[in-house]
């Protein structure tokens, strides 16, 4: 009669199972020190984003501008009806900017006090 060991050979060791908040905690907290894709993503977007604003001669800052917000600000550019998975991704990258970013005050001409973050 033969035996089945569901998983391994016999005396091998079982996957351990462990769960993902476990996992991502830092390794001094006990966790194997995973960072978080979700969060690593979304930071990666929100750089992508920045670029765009700080870098707006740029190849892909000039087609993103001519397709997605020709006549507007990168920061007010809605998603659109039908947005390439490139544009939304930003957008979500670009909303997560916007939480942090401030805005200079300068002579006060273009900025709108109520509307616009520009104290920390």
Not at 3 to 10: I, L
Request: aromatic share 12%; net charge positive; glycine share 10%.
């Amino acid at each position: 009669m033969k035996k089945f060991w569901w998983g391994s050979k016999a005396g091998a060791s079982k996957t351990a199972r462990v769960s993902w908040s476990t996992m991502t905690r830092p390794k001094f907290d006990g966790g194997l020190g995973f960072c978080d894709m979700e969060l690593f993503n979304l930071a990666l977007l929100a750089r992508q984003a920045w670029r765009i604003l700080q870098e707006p001669n740029t190849l892909s800052a000039r087609l993103l501008r001519a397709v997605y917000f020709p006549g507007g600000d990168f920061l007010e550019a809605p998603v659109g009806n039908h947005p390439s998975q490139v544009w939304r991704s930003i957008v979500e990258g670009r909303d997560m900017l916007k939480q942090g970013l401030i805005r200079r005050i300068g002579d006060g001409t273009t900025k709108h006090a109520w509307d616009q973050n520009w104290l920390p």
